[in-house]
């Protein structure tokens, strides 16, 4: 192509240095040995030609096909449309000036239109981010995805806070099919997972084993994409906010149990999807007066008070229900409280 290009190069330079010699009844018809100039004149034509036609042709279109495949579609159509609103703002400022005299007339429309639009379209280029951001927000655009593990392109990517592989029901909700995306684990979650597993705390070192062990059955065995990110933030000493910033560049989701991100996430506009917010909401609806059969495990906290669970944990309070310690019963709900912890609900024994 490159060879193509500079031999057409040369051809016009041959007819170039032809043209202006033969012009005004010739450059050198006056001189002694014209041929000789003549020659000279023409073979400079054809490198200059040879030489300069491939970085005003090949090279600038080859570096502008690669700026634009470097672009995504979200970037490069923000360039267009900031080329096109250039060009109209010059086509509107380039009425009036038309009608101002010759040369001016002439020269400055076409200066401005040039101006406008190429200075549009390094601004919206230069303000791209911002302007992908709010078409996101608006929902106009969507930002392409990276390519995570397993391959699967335009999956939404879910950062995973420490909190939600150590609580464990992460792998069982993964299973089910309710989470739609790749799990993206940052590098230095696992390495807060890894210290945790290290802990001379005995309690905090099986916590710390138990979610490498969920992890790794994420790996291996579930349905959704999981990827380790490499991604460092190293000027961002906390965890949480290591985790919001990743966010922030990838698709804006986070999965965690942690009260205290979730706010910090909730104001600086992430969705947060919270296990516990899930597993309330998956909970069966009971109001007072149903019935329910329960299993007193122990006494509670005031006198003749005992505690059992439901299936999915939830605490029930049964007045009276001391002298029922490791016996089935049946007990009607007499309220039911929501706190930030789950829902706790206290019951009477049924008359039997």
Known sequence: M?????????????????????ANGGLFAETG?????????????????????????????GWLIRAVQELSTAEFVTAVIGLVIGLLMGLLLGLPL?????PAGTWLPLGVSIFLGLGMLGLTVAKRDDLITAGETIGMLRRPEPEGAGGRQGLPGIVVDTSAIIDGRIADIVESGFIYGTLVVPRFVLEELQHIADSSDGQRRGRGRRGLEILGRLQKDATTPVEVADAEFREIPE????????????????????????RVADLQGIRVLNINSLANAVKPALL???????????????????????????????????????????????RVLQTVMGRMIFAQPRAE
């Open 239 to 262: 965890v949480d906010g290591k985790l919001v910033a990743l966010a922030k560049a990838r698709s804006r989701m986070i999965l965690t149990n942690d009260f205290n991100l979730n």
């Open 33 to 61: 040995s014209a041929g000789l100039f003549l020659a000279v004149w023409v073979v400079a034509w054809l490198v200059v030609g040879f030489s300069i036609l491939p970085y005003l042709t090949v090279v600038p279109a």
């Open 98 to 102: 038309s009608a101002l005299p010759s």
């Open 288 to 334: 007072p007066g149903d019935s329910i059969r329960v299993r007193v495990i122990q006494e509670g906290k005031e006198p003749g008070q005992g505690v059992a669970y439901l299936d999915d944990g939830t605490m029930v309070v049964v007045e009276g229900g001391a002298r029922f310690v490791d016996r089935d019963l049946d007990v009607g709900v007499t």
């Open 2 to 22: 490159i060879r193509a290009i500079r031999l057409l190069g040369a051809a016009l330079g041959v007819l170039v240095g032809l043209s202006l010699s033969t």
